[in-house]
């Protein structure tokens, strides 16, 4: 581990703690005596089963980077961000399976973006839920108004006839 001030790798644990699926450890360099914090995540073994049937590895960062791009210039603090990715991961690794679909995922930043922030809701929901057209993206907006629970699914949408 290199010294985030001085960028030796000569350093030492000073205190270590488990935090959920993560261990937080204190550390000191030995070159400047500076002290920083590092965060250790545990890998979890899950993989995401995609609409077209393939099967990809649990990518925390993947969930980041779509709630950031769907959360772009709203008025959303980094670390609610941070939050919501931290709550969806805790869900999919809470159900013990080793293969979710990727609509559990989906449905869950869905979920978390309604509360956090309307806009980003529909810019999200927009791309998940693939939808068609302005009318389609119009009836989710009223949803959101009107506050019923479910939106329009992607396979729903499919079987109805779109």
């Known amino acids: 581990m290199r010294c985030p ?3 030796e790798s000569d350093t030492r644990v000073i205190d270590t703690r488990a935090t959920g699926n993560s261990v937080r450890r204190r550390r000191e360099c030995q070159k400047c005596g ?7 995540n545990i890998a ?10 393939r099967r990809e590895s649990w990518d925390r ?11 772009t210039k709203r008025p959303v603090a980094m670390a609610d961000i941070e ?23 989906g449905e869950k930043v869905l979920e978390g ?3 956090l922030d309307p806009v980003a809701y529909i810019r999200f929901a927009s791309v998940y839920l693939d939808l068609p057209d302005l009318y389609a993206l119009r009836a989710e907006i009223d949803r959101l108004l009107e506050g019923e629970p479910e939106p329009v699914r992607p396979l729903e949408r499919q079987a109805v006839g779109g």
């Open 34 to 40: 500076q002290r920083f914090t590092t965060y250790e």
């Open 113 to 115: 973006l309604k509360t």
């Open 44 to 53: 979890p073994t899950l993989n995401i089963i995609k609409r077209d049937g």
């Open 5 to 7: 001030h001085c960028g």
């Open 83 to 105: 939050g919501l990715v931290d709550q969806v991961e805790e869900y999919v690794l809470s159900l013990g399976r080793a293969e979710i679909p990727s609509s559990v995922v």
């Open 61 to 71: 960062q993947k969930v980041l980077n779509g709630i950031r791009i769907a959360c």
